[in-house]
């Protein structure tokens, strides 16, 4: 019930493409579902982040899509660059922004973007 | 949001010794939450602190094992007690101040020889 899963576990697109990394959950009392990016050396940075109650949300070239029956959401990268280059982990939580709530995580995506 | 500063970012110990690694926010938050990612690994919760109270443990983890403090709402320490190489991984603290979601501390790499 606690389970996020996260595909692909790695991830080669040139530039220029399009990257699609996808997440899976059962717990239908998630109502948070961010995206961390994650440079090695560093913590994870929020990247962007949606609740169930829209199907989509977009910043600059990152897109979650979120399938509420499906209980699935992914992230597009569009124009994907080398400076994309870092491992993405999905997340959800119970309570969202503000809330007292933990976040279990994906297993992550290492994306290599290739010039 | 808020800003973490963690430390120290980095330390290497000898198995058997004890680290102390502190995390400070800009901003009073009610929780503040530890996690651990081993190498290539994702992110697992460690434990909940909360100013005033015991720390909540997850499963797997123990508290003589990892003690927490939490003396205010803008600081925590955790320590990773008698430590082995097993215990060698990223330790990150977070919170949760309410505008802007869940935000991470830089982490301490932990090294155990």
């Known amino acids: 019930q606690q389970q996020v899963k996260q595909s692909p576990q790695s991830l080669i697109v040139q530039k220029g493409g399009i990257s699609i990394i996808n997440c899976a959950y059962e717990?239908?009392?998630?109502?948070?579902f961010p995206w961390y990016q994650q440079f090695p050396g560093k913590g994870p940075a929020l990247l962007i982040a949606?609740?169930?109650?829209?199907s989509e949300k977009k910043e600059g070239r990152f897109t979650i899509s979120f399938n509420k029956s499906a209980k699935q959401f992914s992230l597009h990268i569009m124009d994907s660059q080398p400076g994309d280059s870092a491992t993405y982990f999905c997340?959800?939580?119970?309570?969202?922004?503000?809330?007292?709530?933990?976040?279990?995580f994906g297993k992550g995506t290492k994306l290599s973007v290739k010039p | 949001s808020a800003v973490i500063s963690q430390k120290p970012s980095r330390d290497i110990c000898q198995r058997g010794t004890s680290l102390t690694i502190q995390c400070q926010v800009d901003s009073q938050v009610t929780m503040m939450f530890w996690y651990r990612q081993q190498p290539g690994q994702s992110l697992t919760l460690i434990a909940t602190?909360?100013?005033?109270?015991?720390?909540?443990?997850e499963s797997g983890f123990v508290i003589d094992k990892f003690p927490i403090s939490r003396p205010n709402l803008t600081f925590s320490t955790l320590t990773v007690s008698n430590m082995s190489p097993e215990d060698s991984s990223i330790y990150l603290c977070?919170?949760?101040?309410?505008?802007?979601?869940?935000?991470f501390g830089s982490g301490t790499r932990l090294t155990v020889v």
């Open positions: 602190a909360n100013q005033g109270s015991e720390a909540t443990y």
């Open positions: 717990n239908t009392a998630f109502d948070y």
């Open positions: 997340a959800a939580s119970a309570g969202g922004i503000g809330s007292q709530g933990n976040l279990i």
């Open positions: 977070s919170v949760n101040p309410g505008d802007y979601g869940y935000t």
């Open positions: 949606i609740r169930p109650d829209v």
